[in-house]
């Protein structure tokens, strides 16, 4: 009888923050268009993809962007492919945070860095852009750098002058033969987020 009451006069609310808790915004930066879908500088949509197609899903294309939601240990996933090239993807990151009230705390950004080898993983709960036009633009429109950040290694192994060739650039075959263990290591990443937290992914994943 008590317990009736008592969920007679709670807020409804309550389901609601629990629900939204366990809502998770995992947004892989790239540009669009298919030049530039197996390009060093996409490795966040590529991430994403290997993913959605290891677990079935498919991306829909929504606004400022391409969206797969994935459920997972009672977590709600939702994938976001931004399409409003590399430089804008704050747009589509402060639009579904809003849309979907995402705590900061579940957001994950999945980016290529030059200052990491080749496959190297570095996740950090927070940080500066490290001169990333995407994470710059993120952090100028969401005025934050407390957003969990997954750095996927590209090397800088390019000439004085030829940086954005070589981030522009295809994967060589070397890189190509290691990708798959990488992408693979990647996903378990996004699965390790939302449901080990992101203290024990980084002691788990960090410089694997």
Known sequence: MIKWIQNLFSSPK??????????FLIVGLGNIGSEYVNTRHNIGFKVLDFLAKKEGLNFETVKLGALAEYKFKGRTFLLLKPNTYMNLSGKAVKYWIDKENIPLENILVITDDLNLSFGTIRIRKKG???????????NLVLNTQEYTRFRFGISDEFKKGQQVDYVLGEWD???????PERLEVASEIIKSFATAGIENTMTTFNGK
């Open 14 to 23: 309550t389901e609601e923050n629990i629900d939204t808790m366990k809502k």
């Open 128 to 138: 500066s852009d490290g001169g990333h036009n995407g994470l710059k633009n993120i």
């Open 173 to 179: 075959d070397n890189e190509k033969a290691k990708l």
